[in-house]
């Protein structure tokens, strides 16, 4: 059973800052990609952020020079720094994970249960 929890989200005023953390749990073998997506009421799901496990990162165009996502190989974990927020960064934020379970050779994408981001005055 592997599993991501996710924790960081909350209430904060525009210009502020809040870091997203999430870690994957359970018989892991090996994390390929990670990223952060976000879906707003009304709207699609869309990818913020993503990191490969070199290291590589791409950006959503609204988000470049304002979030940074990083990753800690050894703990399973993938962070998404957010500065500067705007009000219409307001959505629930999910951590997705590209991940091959101990024992097999075929990966999987598994995702987090969501956390909510609110920016607001």
């Known amino acids: 059973q592997v599993q991501l929890v996710e924790s960081g989200g909350g209430l904060v005023q525009p210009g502020g800052s809040l870091r997203l953390s999430c870690a994957a749990s359970g018989s892991i073998f090996r994390i390929n990609a990670m990223g952060w997506y976000r879906q707003a009421p009304g709207k699609q799901r869309e990818l913020v952020a993503a990191?490969?496990?070199?290291?590589?990162?791409n950006y959503e165009d609204s988000v470049k020079g304002r979030f940074t996502i990083s990753r800690d190989n050894a703990k399973n974990t993938v962070y998404l720094q957010m500065n500067s927020l705007k009000p219409e960064d307001t959505a629930v934020y999910y951590c997705n994970a590209n991940i091959v379970p101990r024992g097999e050779i075929v990966s999987f994408d598994c995702w987090g249960q969501g956390t909510q981001v609110t920016v607001s005055s």
């Open positions: 990191i490969t496990r070199g290291g590589s990162t």
